[in-house]
Nanobody, 125 residues
């Protein structure tokens, strides 16, 4: 299984970026895909998740209303559209995959089965 993130970069506060997570080696629709971020010296924070079967979506309070997650089953890809970015959004962003999902664990890094290598997002003030 391979998860590859792309789309990170440097953006000014108030700007937008779209991250993508391309998955291979798995039956894509059987897996929930989560996005996490890790700022220096901090733990992995769950940002958003979209399930595979019914497309249920979860967001953390810190990004709700600013980030939008979507999945493209034809391309085995999940996108994270980020708008109105803030300096505190600066982090390495990772996607992760878990077979099956339920609401109480979507934000827990260790409960996923596979993880990508991450992409840096830097928001300047």
């Amino acid at each position: 299984v391979q998860l590859v993130e792309s789309g990170g970069g440097l953006v000014q506060a108030g700007g937008s970026l779209t991250l993508s997570c391309a998955a291979s080696g798995l039956t894509f629709d059987d897996y929930a895909i989560g996005w996490f971020r890790q700022a220096p010296g901090k733990e992995h924070e769950g940002v958003s998740c979209i399930t595979g079967n019914n497309g249920r979506i979860y967001y953390s309070d810190s990004v709700n209303g600013r980030f939008t997650i979507s999945r493209d089953s034809a391309r085995n890809t999940v996108h994270l559209q980020m708008s109105n970015l803030k300096p505190e959004d600066t982090a390495v962003y990772y996607c992760a995959a878990r077979r099956g999902m339920y609401g109480s664990i979507w934000h827990i890094w260790s409960r996923y089965n596979y993880w990508g290598q991450g992409t840096q997002v830097t928001v300047s003030s």
